[in-house]
């Protein structure tokens, strides 16, 4: 570990230990989170997991800065996808239970908001399952996509906004990669046993363990990609 390494270290440290250490922010973390769910979404996927990114660049390159990088470009396209994470959240953590209750298993909605159980454990982990089979996949799909189109437009935030060449992109694209180990092997490894522990916790909190799972996984890419490369 250089020093440079501490800074992000204290960052984090800085940025959570008022919510840990004095109530009163907790209290207005709440708050804030109950008047605009998807605005905090944003907030905490474009710091977090974008930091995540900036923790795997530092992985495969040793620095944590590179032309074409596009720090800003990259926190806003986390912070949109953070606010799509929080709806298929709300979906997902709602109409599982419901489709349970369905299929025969009555008291699946009560469980999950009740107190920790092998019967709530078991919904949380379908409703984990359900999620990232049919809605990660995509999300991961269009982070690449996104990821391409930033680095192929110089990572600049006009460049973000212009056409995104999806055909050509999905045709250039690692799919042994993305599909054989970020897709097939990090969803049933990683994913759905990190969100079913997610899915046992208070709703306000999701998206933020989930934020901080990003940075979990920009680690697991990068290390990854660096395997890759020695082949």
Same mark, same amino acid.
């Given at each position: 570990m250089?020093?440079n390494?501490i800074f992000?270290?204290?960052?984090l440290?800085?940025l959570?230990?008022p919510? @840990?250490l004095?109530d009163?922010?907790?209290d207005?973390?709440?708050? +804030?989170?109950? &008047?605009? /769910?998807?605005?905090?979404? *944003?907030?905490?996927f474009?710091?977090?997991?974008t930091t995540g990114e900036?923790?795997?660049?530092r992985?495969?390159?040793?620095?944590?800065?590179?032309?074409?990088?596009?720090l800003?470009?990259?926190a806003?396209?986390?912070? @949109?996808l953070?606010?799509t994470?929080?709806?298929a959240f709300?979906? +997902?953590?709602? &109409?599982? /239970?419901m489709l349970l209750a *369905?299929?025969?298993?009555?008291?699946a909605?009560?469980?999950i908001?009740?107190?920790?159980s092998i019967?709530k454990?078991?919904?949380?982990?379908a409703?984990s399952?359900l999620?990232?089979?049919?809605y990660?996949?995509?999300?991961?799909?269009?982070h690449?996509i996104?990821?391409?189109h930033i680095?192929m437009t110089?990572g600049?935030?006009?460049?973000?906004?212009t056409?995104?060449?999806?055909?050509?992109i999905l045709?250039?694209?690692?799919?042994?990669?993305?599909w054989?180990?970020?897709?097939?092997?990090?969803?049933?490894?990683?994913w759905?046993p990190a969100q079913?522990f997610n899915?046992?916790?208070?709703e306000?909190f999701r998206?933020l363990?989930?934020a901080?799972?990003g940075?979990?996984?920009g680690?697991?890419l990068?290390f990854a990609?660096?395997?890759?490369s020695?082949?």
């Open positions: 250089k020093r390494d992000p270290i204290l960052f440290v800085a959570f230990a919510f @840990i004095i009163a922010a907790y207005q973390y709440s708050r +804030f989170y109950s &008047g605009w /769910p998807f605005l905090v979404s *944003f907030i905490k474009a710091i977090l997991a900036l923790i795997g660049l992985i495969r390159t040793g620095s944590y800065n590179a032309n074409g990088f596009g800003l470009p990259r806003i396209v986390w912070g @949109i953070g606010m994470i929080q709806a709300i979906i +997902f953590a709602r &109409g599982v /239970p *369905f299929a025969g298993m009555d008291n909605p009560s469980l908001t009740g107190s920790l019967g454990i078991g919904v949380a982990f409703i399952a999620l990232n089979i049919f990660a996949p995509v999300l991961m799909t269009v690449k996104t990821d391409s680095m110089g600049t935030v006009k460049g973000l906004f056409r995104i060449r999806v055909r050509d045709e250039s694209t690692d799919w042994s990669m993305l054989g180990f970020v897709i097939r092997k990090t969803i049933p490894l990683f759905i079913t899915f046992l916790m208070p306000q998206v363990i989930a901080l799972y940075i979990i996984l680690i697991i990068a990609a660096r395997t890759e020695d082949v």
